[in-house]
Nanobody
């Protein structure tokens, strides 16, 4: 499946952004879906994942501020980000994993079993 992220940009702390990830080549409902982020020079970090039943798992640093969702009719994954902090500055990637419910969500949040990745969209939060 091919993935294309959009919606990144530069906002001040406390602001909001909504990232989108449009998929082509297959139906997103067949996959576990996730958002990940990476700061240059640092390891990739799982942000949020969602399985085929709509169950979600968030990184502790974003829980209560970010919401992952999907629109199967549009074959699109979203990440609503509120109360943004400078520490949220990173390149954000969406990813899919074969088998919507194959692995536990905590494992998926590490990137385990996530097979296809987008090219990313940059989010910059200023203080």
């Amino acid at each position: 499946v091919q993935l294309a992220e959009s919606g990144g940009g530069s906002v001040q702390a406390g602001g909001s952004l909504r990232l989108s990830c449009v998929a082509s080549g297959d139906t997103l409902s067949n996959y576990c879906l996730g958002w990940f982020r990476q700061i240059p020079g640092k390891e990739r970090e799982g942000v949020a994942v969602i399985d085929g039943d709509g169950n979600t798992k968030y990184a502790g640093s974003v829980k209560g501020r970010f919401t992952i969702s999907q629109d199967n009719a549009k074959n699109t994954l979203y990440l609503q980000m509120n109360s943004l902090e400078p520490e949220d500055t990173a390149m954000y990637y969406c990813a899919t994993g074969y088998g919507a419910n194959r692995y536990p969500l905590p494992a998926r949040l590490t990137g385990y079993g996530m097979n296809d990745w987008g090219k990313g969209t940059m989010v910059t939060i200023s203080s």
